[in-house]
């Protein structure tokens, strides 16, 4: 049973910094194709950005610049650092992972993972 948890999540004022983190269990997280999204209320969920399966990132244009997705293979553990948070990144944010892989890969579409994790919430204040 593959299990990803995330965790970093908070309230934060704009302009400030979070972490988030997303473990594994049943699962080694190098090598796969992973992503971290987004979902605001009333708002579709969003993904903002992609590790494929060589470790090369994409990102959404509305974080571009400001987060960045890597991961520790001896942790086994993915993260989304963002800086220079804005009011409008307030949301639910989840982790997921294809069971395929993906390479050299833009944004995918939600369906594309298979696993999810139950989210963290991450509030801007203006």
């Known amino acids: 049973q593959v299990q990803l948890v995330e965790s970093g999540g908070g309230s934060v004022q704009a302009g400030g910094s979070l972490r988030l983190s997303c473990t594994a269990s049943?699962?080694?997280?190098?090598?796969?194709?992973m992503a971290w999204f987004r979902q605001a209320p009333g708002k579709e969920r969003e993904e903002v950005a992609l590790k494929d399966s060589a470790g090369h990132a994409s990102y959404a244009d509305s974080v571009k610049g400001r987060f960045t997705i890597s991961e520790d293979n001896a942790k086994n553990t993915l993260y989304l650092q963002m800086n220079s948070l804005k009011p409008e990144d307030t949301a639910i944010y989840y982790c997921a992972a294809r069971q395929g892989s993906c390479f050299m890969s833009a944004l995918l579409p939600h369906y594309q993972f298979h696993y999810w994790g139950q989210g963290t919430q991450v509030t801007v204040s203006s």
């Open positions: 049943s699962y080694t997280l190098s090598g796969r194709c």
